[in-house]
């Protein structure tokens, strides 16, 4: 494993600061749903789930395309040691991409048609009750025991855990939409889940995976979920816990 790419001093918070810099650019001001983050929700156990969430790779940026295939090169013993056999081009146009924009749901700073390449996986016959409309493939950093590939490189190499994980997979389950006039971030409920797409026949996504439903006995979704806004408040330059905890006292106030 290689460290010589990596500066002296991290100015970034990741892998990716022309994203990071969208984010400050655009999301200070975003729509943040503070109500949809008191939905319960529960951690998902990769023992049960195996990383289903995985299961169509994940859309990325031109530079976080770039970047991660750059790394796959530069760290190709690392991703062999850890007993991923990584394909050359691991970074992909998405086929369906033309039929299915995915800019057209997620905010534009998170996606393009670039995605990550997908490998076999018999999610169906290893998940119970592994969704009609979900594919029998996984994004190619997945592990055989579903942690992520990415990640494993963060930690190896003494970074951040998301140092290297693309934006939408650290942030998943909450949702970053593009918005009428400003992004909109939001935990997803069956009632706006951002990928209920009868008319591209696909029932969903979010809410499909069982870290995204409804959990009786979970935890509330800004406490469960703090470490994901934790970061992203600190890549943006706002604090959405503190915002989340104004809410509620306001709330109390006023009742």
Known sequence: MS????PEKLTNFT??????????DELSQANFDIDSFQQNRQRCSLSSCHGMCCHYGVHVNQETAETIQKVVEEEAEFFKSIGLDLPKEVIIDDEEYEDFPVEKFEWKGMSS????AL???P???????YPKHFKDTACVFLLDDSRCGLQELSKAKG???WYYKPLPCWLFPIFIAPGEKQPEIFLPSPEAEPWYLPEYDYDGFFTKVPCGQYSECGQIGYILLQ???????AIVGRNFGQEIQD???NSAESD
Not at 15 to 24: G, I, L, M, N, V
Not at 113 to 116: A, F, G, L, Q, Y
Not at 227 to 233: A, G, N, P, Q, Y
């Open 227 to 233: 470490e994901e806004l934790k970061f992203l408040s």
């Open 123 to 129: 999610f169906s016959r290893l998940v119970n009750d």
């Open 3 to 6: 460290n010589t790419n990596l």
């Open 119 to 121: 490998k076999e996986k």
């Open 113 to 116: 048609v670039k995605k990550t």
């Open 247 to 249: 809410a509620i006292a």
């Open 159 to 161: 970074l951040h855990p």
């Open 15 to 24: 892998a990716y600061p022309q994203t990071e810099q969208a984010c400050r």
